[in-house]
Nanobody, 120 residues
Framework: VQLVESGGGLVQAGGSLRLSCAASGSIFSIESMAWFRQAPGKQRELVARITRDGRINYVDSVKGRFTISRDNAENTVYLQMNSLKPEDTAVYFC???????????????WGQGTQVTVSS
């Protein structure tokens, strides 16, 4: 299983970016997909998570600004980020809880990360 992110980049404060993460491989089922981020010198934190049945949760700092969505047919998750702030600068990682055709137990998978930089 591979998770491939795209959509990061440099944006001015107040701007928007949309991240995408596509899961591929021998996928049997995806229980949830999420976005985490890690800023320099800080721990990785959960930004947003969406489950297979559509339950969503966000870290408080992004509520009202970020929107997570999911295309179950394409095994893809998106993160629409609006009103970006310099403190949103981080490497954003895609996370999936995925069961494969071979091992039908939900296991954690990570993408390689995509840099988001917000200038003031």
């Amino acid at each position: 299983v591979q998770l491939v992110e795209s959509g990061g980049g440099l944006v001015q404060a107040g701007g928007s970016l949309r991240l995408s993460c596509a899961a591929s491989g021998s996928i049997f089922s995806i229980e949830s997909m999420a976005w985490f981020r890690q800023a320099p010198g800080k721990q990785r934190e959960l930004v947003a998570r969406i489950t297979r049945d559509g339950r969503i949760n966000y870290v408080d700092s992004v509520k009202g600004r970020f929107t997570i969505s999911r295309d179950n047919a394409e095994n893809t998750v998106y993160l629409q980020m609006n009103s970006l702030k310099p403190e949103d600068t981080a490497v954003y990682f895609c996370h999936g809880s995925i069961a494969t055709l071979e091992v039908r137990i939900y296991t954690t998978y990570w993408g390689q990360g995509t840099q988001v930089t917000v200038s003031s």
